[in-house]
């Protein structure tokens, strides 16, 4: 049992080496200029959402918002289809350049979040995406690639970074 627990912990260290400082960086310094965030994801990325989202209103008095009512899911993804969620509740908010979205996909490939950060991209909106399994290309502002095909393993990875900034950030402040 140990040594299983143990190689997980290995594996989320690896994964974390392996994000080059100035990606870090790079999101932090986005992080930190922006007025409102929004977090989108699902499953388990969506439970990540939602607790950054009370991390960063709570500790950092910044306008966060994530989807989290399963009425309005469900009647968005039945209104405007699945793929189309995420752009479909961003298009209220009138999104503008002071604003972030953060997309967290352990795959990187699902379509609802891409649609919504593109969505946010053609609106002038900064755009960041944390995911994992395979590396591919992406325009947004700020990608960060974990390099693990175990969903724990992403999202563990992906809690740790946004937490890190989070805690930059307090200090920050408290200066």
């Known amino acids: 049992m140990e040594k299983h627990l143990e190689k ?46 009370t991390d960063f209103f709570k500790r950092l008095n910044v306008e966060a918002h994530s989807l989290n009512s399963d009425g309005l899911i469900t ?11 995420y752009s479909s509740w961003l298009e209220r908010f009138e999104l503008n350049p002071f604003d972030l979205v953060i ?15 593109n969505f946010a991209y ?14 591919k290309e992406h325009f947004y502002d700020v990608s960060i690639f974990l390099d693990s095909h175990n969903y724990g393993v992403v999202e563990l990875s992906t809690e740790i970074i946004l937490h890190h900034i989070v805690e930059r950030l307090v200090e920050k402040n408290e200066q």
């Open 8 to 53: 997980f912990h290995k594996d989320i260290r690896r994964v974390l080496e392996e994000i080059p400082d100035e990606t870090i960086e790079s999101l932090y310094t986005t992080i930190g200029l922006s007025d409102r965030i929004f977090f989108i994801g699902n499953g388990g990325s969506q439970a990540v959402c939602s607790h950054m989202t």
């Open 122 to 135: 053609e609106c002038g909106t900064k755009t960041s995406l944390i995911y994992g399994f395979d590396e």
């Open 75 to 85: 009647c968005l993804a039945n209104d405007y289809g699945f793929d189309k969620l």
């Open 103 to 117: 997309g967290i996909s352990s795959s990187g490939t699902s379509p609802d979040i891409l649609h919504g950060l």
